[in-house]
């Protein structure tokens, strides 16, 4: 519920291209939280990803506009 109104105000003061990419961003803090509340442990693909997204957003945040 939270994401979900964050990334509602986040599209009113942004540009959906600038905004959506950062949706990807809960791919990478569900695993983080559940590895600092519930112990879970984090395999390689799951960096790899981590890694990915973050490439992707980079890209889209900091690229040429």
């Known amino acids: 519920v939270v994401a979900s109104v964050c ?3 986040a599209i ?8 959506y990419p950062f949706m990807a961003l809960t ?15 984090l395999a390689w693909p799951q ?3 981590f890694t990915l ?4 957003i980079s ?5 040429p506009r």
């Open 7 to 9: 990334y509602a105000i």
């Open 12 to 19: 009113e003061r942004m540009p959906v291209t600038v905004a």
């Open 27 to 41: 791919f990478v803090f569900t695993p983080v939280v559940a590895v600092l509340f519930l112990g879970e442990r």
């Open 47 to 49: 960096l790899v990803g």
């Open 53 to 56: 997204i973050a490439a992707g």
């Open 59 to 63: 890209l889209t945040a900091f690229g």
